[in-house]
Each structure stands twice: as structure tokens, then as C-alpha cells.
């Protein structure tokens, strides 16, 4: 049987009189890529906080990997990782000292840190800069670096509020490549994205519009039901008719 580790209900955010997310619902199962896309302004981001118990909704209901939002909310966040472009590792602290740290932080003991912290940089390929400063790597090694610390603690889901931007095409496919491998591993993946070569890599895809979820469905799916060639045109199609963004 499906395991669901994602259920809302008509979930909500108003700020005074406005709703920024307006009654939201679908479900998303283990393992599954799931890609959470929308115009600026859209509401992803203010529907990720409330999703990674950060942000107390005001209406409807959220359940994260078995915890209901209003009242569990530090339970989801022992059992979800999150990496953003905006809040990432420390620039001013090695490779080494993000890793334990970050470990230390999602609760791994001191063994468990060394352990999967040395097959975390073997995996990358960083052996020869643990000892360097983290703000002193590329971006695309940061991005990377900053995924695999996520998931160290193995979370059941892990969000990511777009995680590559301003990187080229090829270093968005290598952190792909990870973002695969903790799914082949049962780890949930909730992504935002303006990318839409990386909606194409997403088993499902919800668009919001205006702080609706306008379609839901797999890439190619979605594409038929918008009689379109690429995601690019089903975005278009759906984000031309919205009423925010720039
Ligand atoms: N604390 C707040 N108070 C008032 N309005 C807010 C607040 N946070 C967000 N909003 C508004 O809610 C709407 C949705 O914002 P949100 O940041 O969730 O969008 P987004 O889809 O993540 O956009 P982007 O892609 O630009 O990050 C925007 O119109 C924003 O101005």
C-alpha cells in the first residue's frame, strides 16, 4: 500500500484580509519527487512554512510524515530536512565544521556523525577540501554540500525552496543526481523551482496560481491535458492569467 506523508486539507495563510495561500489540498507518497511550482508570489514559500511547521496556519489542516501541524509542529521538524538558496550552510566555517555542526543540530550522536559524514564527502568528491572554508568553494559544491547535510539525518521528507538557483544546467543535473538517490532511499522530496528542465524531472507537479493549486499532475500528463509541448507552455498557459508576481 501507498504510504502518504504529505495530506492537507483546504490549507490556509491570510495575512489581515489577504490570502496568500487559499485552501490548498492534495497528498504526496514516500519517495516520491514532488515539484511545487508557481509564479512569484504564488504562495509556494508561505505554503513550505506552514508544510515544515514554521508557519501556524489559519485555516484548514496538514498532516507532515505522520504529524498534524498545529500541535506537532517540532515533531515535523525532527523528521524533515530543508535546504533553501536563502538560509544555507555557513560561508565562514569549513567543510568539516558544517557537517558535524548541521549533524549535531538534526540530533546524530557523535559515531553516527563521523560515519556518515565521511561517506558524505567521499560521495561528493570533497576529501581534499573538508579543511577548507565552505565560503570559499563554488556554488554548485555549496548547493550540493548543503543537500546532502539535509538528509544526513536520513528525514523522512525533505524540502527544498529552490535550491539551484543561479547554478548552470550541468551542475543543476549533478544535484539531481543526489536529489535521486535520497529518493531511490524512500526520502520524500518537496522541491520549488522556476526551472521548468527541473519540473520535467519531478514524478508530480502542483502549479500554484494566485494561492490556488491550478493543476496537479505528472509532467507528461500535464502536458497532454494542456495540449502542450513542453512544461514551459503548461506554466505559461496557467501563470499568464495570474494576478500577482512582478
Ligand atoms: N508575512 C507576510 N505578510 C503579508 N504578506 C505576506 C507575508 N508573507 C508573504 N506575503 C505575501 O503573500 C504572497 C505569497 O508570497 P510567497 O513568498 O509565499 O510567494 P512565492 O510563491 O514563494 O513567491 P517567490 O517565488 O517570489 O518566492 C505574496 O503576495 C507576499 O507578498
Redo the contacts with the bound molecule.
Keep these: 500500500m501507498k504510504e502518504i506523508v504529505i495530506k492537507t486539507d483546504r490549507l490556509s495563510k491570510r495575512?489581515g484580509d489577504?490570502i496568500?495561500v487559499n485552501e490548498i489540498s492534495f497528498e504526496v507518497q514516500k519517495g516520491e519527487i514532488f515539484g511545487f511550482l508557481?509564479a512569484?508570489?504564488?504562495?509556494?514559500?508561505?505554503a513550505m512554512r506552514m508544510l515544515c511547521g514554521l508557519s501556524i496556519p489559519s485555516s484548514g489542516t496538514a498532516e507532515i510524515a505522520g504529524f498534524e501541524v498545529y500541535k506537532q509542529a517540532e515533531q515535523i521538524k525532527r523528521n524533515i530536512g530543508y535546504m533553501s538558496q536563502k538560509f544555507s550552510l555557513y560561508e565562514d566555517l569549513t567543510v568539516s565544521e558544517n557537517i558535524s555542526f548541521f549533524a549535531g543540530i538534526y540530533g546524530l550522536t557523535n559515531r553516527e556523525i563521523k560515519e556518515k559524514g565521511e561517506a558524505l564527502v567521499e560521495q561528493l568528491g570533497l576529501e581534499k577540501e573538508t579543511k577548507k572554508l565552505v565560503g570559499s568553494l563554488p556554488l554548485g559544491w555549496k548547493q550540493k554540500l548543503s543537500f546532502s547535510v539535509a538528509v544526513l539525518h536520513e528525514p523522512k521528507i525533505v524540502f527544498l525552496d529552490e535550491p539551484t538557483g543561479g547554478v548552470d544546467p550541468v551542475t543543476r543535473r549533478q544535484f539531481w543526481d543526489l536529489i535521486y538517490e535520497a529518493s531511490a532511499k524512500g526520502i520524500t522530496i518537496f522541491v520549488t523551482t522556476h526551472y521548468m528542465d527541473e519540473a520535467e524531472y519531478c514524478d508530480r507537479i502542483s502549479i500554484?496560481v494566485d494561492g490556488r493549486i491550478a493543476a496537479l499532475d505528472s509532467p507528461s500528463k500535464l502536458k497532454t491535458q494542456f495540449k502542450a509541448g513542453t512544461m514551459d507552455e503548461v506554466f505559461y498557459q496557467l501563470a499568464r492569467g495570474a494576478k500577482?508576481g512582478d
Excluded: D, Q
Design positions: 495575512f489577504f496568500a508557481g512569484n508570489g504564488a504562495g509556494k514559500t508561505t500554484m500577482r
